[in-house]
Nanobody, 115 residues
Framework: QVQLVESGGGLVQAGGSLRLSCAAS????????MGWYRQAPGSQRDLVAT???????NYVDSVKGRFTISRDNAKNTVYLQMNNLKPEDTAVYYC?????????WGKGTLVTVSS
């Protein structure tokens, strides 16, 4: 069983920054992809960014230049540094780990950006 625990969400003013963390525990293949999705109220869950075990990152266009995903393989932890936050970034952010074709999800952490 794999557990993902997110932290770092909260309330921030537009233009501010937050750093999300997600620690993975349990049994999974070391070569995996970790990432972040987000779901705004009344919307579907959308991809934000992913990062491979080797550090190759991909971002959705709306966060490029503002968000940075990184990971510490020794700690099985993925981070999302979010700068210049906008009200439209308000959502529940979910951590994900994909290992051997199986997607695991955290319970989410709420990010609220006030205008």
């Amino acid at each position: 069983q794999v557990q993902l625990v997110e932290s770092g969400g909260g309330l921030v003013q537009a233009g501010g920054s937050l750093r999300l963390s997600c620690a993975a525990s349990g049994t999974f293949f070391a070569i995996n992809v970790m990432g972040w999705y987000r779901q705004a109220p009344g919307s579907q869950r959308d991809l934000v960014a992913t990062i491979t075990h080797g550090g190759s990152a991909n971002y959705v266009d709306s966060v490029k230049g503002r968000f940075t995903i990184s990971r510490d393989n020794a700690k099985n932890t993925v981070y999302l540094q979010m700068n210049n936050l906008k009200p439209e970034d308000t959502a529940v952010y979910y951590c994900t780990l994909k290992s051997l074709g199986v997607n695991y999800w955290g319970k989410g952490t709420l990010v609220t950006v006030s205008s």
